[in-house]
């Protein structure tokens, strides 16, 4: 069973930095892409930061410039530095992997780490 297990959030101050940190079961060798995403109340889940196989990244227009996403291929984790935080960043922040298989892919998330920006 995979597993995903993240932490790293909390309760910081407008213009703070946290890091996130998401663990995997798995080899990131199996790993199709991986990517955070964030959920705010009332609001639909969107990618914040996300790298393909290739290992290109890419970043929602919000967060470009403040977080950066990377990998740690020895450690199986994944992690999102968040710099120059604003209110608007609170939320849920989730990381997901797509394993492929053959020529299937499947998706799995982890339980979330809330993160919450002061102003």
């Known amino acids: 069973q995979v597993q995903l297990v993240e932490s790293g959030g909390g309760l910081v101050q407008a213009g703070g930095s946290l890091s996130l940190s998401c663990a995997a079961s798995v080899s990131m060798s199996s790993i199709d892409a991986l990517g955070w995403y964030r959920q705010a109340p009332g609001k639909q889940r969107e990618l914040v930061a996300g790298?393909?196989?290739?290992?290109?990244?890419n970043y929602a227009d919000s967060v470009k410039g403040r977080f950066t996403i990377s990998r740690d291929n020895a450690k199986n984790t994944i992690y999102l530095q968040m710099n120059s935080l604003k209110p608007e960043d609170t939320a849920v922040y989730y990381c997901?992997?797509?394993?492929?298989?053959?020529?299937?892919?499947?998706?799995?998330w982890g339980q979330g780490t809330q993160v919450t920006v002061s102003s």
């Open positions: 790298i393909i196989s290739s290992g290109s990244t």
């Open positions: 997901k992997i797509r394993l492929r298989s053959g020529l299937t892919l499947n998706d799995f």
